[in-house]
């Protein structure tokens, strides 16, 4: 089995990639830009396994797209690669439509080219499994039943719509040629190797350099938390055993307000790395808002669970821990992601906001 992975170089990709290598007698054909969120380095041992082939393509570019069907003719595809930041989104909305929408349009059309050219049992087997998230169906208010697969779509930000879109294309496809697909929206994602823009890992970095932790709001906005290798299990469930054009959605079981995972966090830092000066918490700021910021995110994951017999392992308490550790624990890694690119986006995102 050889399964075409895009964006295996970020931070679920990356995951998803070191389990299909690790665990399954698989090859993995990792197609990545390398944008500023991809690194090599987040595959660990896979480089060298002769199980795992890189192709650093954009797919933007169509033609490659189609030389890497030609020479590699991959059985399945799993669509992972995009921008992902949703306040990157709201300062340069531009390559979000151009990577989430153009970049899925490009993969949709080489591939359907591709499978109307397979034999009967390759053309059976054959699939595309995209990646989206659960900020497509919008926000909740604190009452409101999770996100099932029916709720109707309505997203916020330029990244939501942009996603909403592919999934969008993604379901016409399938309507319109028949191409086998399968979709999943899942729920906010921690763990090691995401990128520190994000708040769980920008929170565990800024603490141990004694920064302030900025939180936007009030800190009242609720996420459902899914640790990565959770997440990375269920995408190989939904792969495996998911229908032909059908919707999962993937959840932690773990809403929490923006203030207490910034809290668990300081608390557990206490606890791993005390600070001389005081307890971590000190640091907390709060900033002025993310435009259009979404209240609430919650995952009705009863499809998944009863259909495929997926739920999570990890608890958000043991998650977090294992997170933090590995922050500690890896600042190697982290000092190569963060490039002068980096310190530029902070500057931008966090220069404008002052304290609220
Ligand atoms: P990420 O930003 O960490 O990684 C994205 C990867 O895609 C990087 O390796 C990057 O180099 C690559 N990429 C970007 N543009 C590309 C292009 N034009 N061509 C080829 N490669 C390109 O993202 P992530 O957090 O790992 O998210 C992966 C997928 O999961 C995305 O589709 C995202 O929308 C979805 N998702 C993420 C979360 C989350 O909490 N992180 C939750 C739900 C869904
Ligand atoms: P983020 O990790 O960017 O994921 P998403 O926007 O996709 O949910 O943000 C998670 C939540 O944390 C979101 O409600 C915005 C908030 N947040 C802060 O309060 N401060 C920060 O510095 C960041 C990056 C996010």
Redesign the pocket.
């Known amino acids: 089995m050889k399964v075409l992975v ?2 295996g ?5 990356s995951e998803l990639v070191r389990q299909l290598v690790g665990q399954h007698p698989m090859t993995v054909l990792n ?5 500023y ?2 690194n090599m380095d987040s595959i660990g041992g896979c480089r060298s396994s002769r199980r795992h082939v890189f192709e650093h ?4 570019n169509r033609a490659a797209l189609e030389r890497v069907f030609r020479e590699h003719r991959p059985d399945k595809v799993m669509h ?6 949703v306040d990157r989104s709201i300062s340069d909305p531009e390559v979000f439509i151009d ?1 989430n929408v153009k ?1 899925t349009h490009n993969l949709l059309e080489v591939a359907r080219e591709y499978w109307a050219g397979l034999a009967n049992e390759a053309k059976e087997r054959f699939r595309v499994h995209h ?4 900020e497509v169906y919008g926000e909740l208010g604190p009452e409101d039943p999770a996100f099932t697969e029916e709720t109707p779509y309505a997203p916020s930000s330029p990244y939501s719509a942009s ?1 909403a879109a592919s999934d969008h294309l993604v379901r016409a496809w399938h309507r319109t040629y028949g191409l086998p697909v399968v979709i999943s929206n ?4 921690y763990g090691p190797y995401q ?1 520190p823009e ?1 708040l769980i890992p920008l929170m565990i970095l800024n603490a141990v350099e004694g920064k302030p932790l900025p939180v936007y709001g009030r800190g009242e906005n609720i996420r459902d938390w899914l640790y990565v290798e959770d997440h990375a299990r269920a995408l190989r469930h939904v792969l495996e055993h998911g229908g032909d054009g059908r919707t999962y959605n993937i959840g932690g079981r773990c809403e929490r307000t923006n203030l207490e995972v910034v809290r668990s966090v300081c608390a557990i830092l206490d606890e791993l790395k005390p600070d001389p000066e005081g307890p971590y918490e000190r640091l907390i700021r709060f900033v002025a808002d993310r435009p259009g910021h979404d209240r609430r995110y919650a995952i009705d994951d009863t499809r998944i669970a009863t259909e495929l017999g997926w739920q999570p392992q990890e608890t958000f308490e043991s998650g977090l821990r294992k997170t933090v550790q590995w922050y500690l624990d890896n600042t190697e890694w982290v000092e190569r992601v963060r490039s002068g690119a980096y310190r530029d986006w902070i500057k931008t995102n966090y220069g404008m906001r002052g304290e609220s």
């Open positions: 895009t964006g170089l970020g931070f679920i990709g197609v990545d830009a390398l944008t969120a991809g393509v954009d797919i933007r992972l690669a995009a921008e992902s930041h990577t970049g990646v989206s998230t659960d996603k899942c729920s906010n994602n990128f994000k």
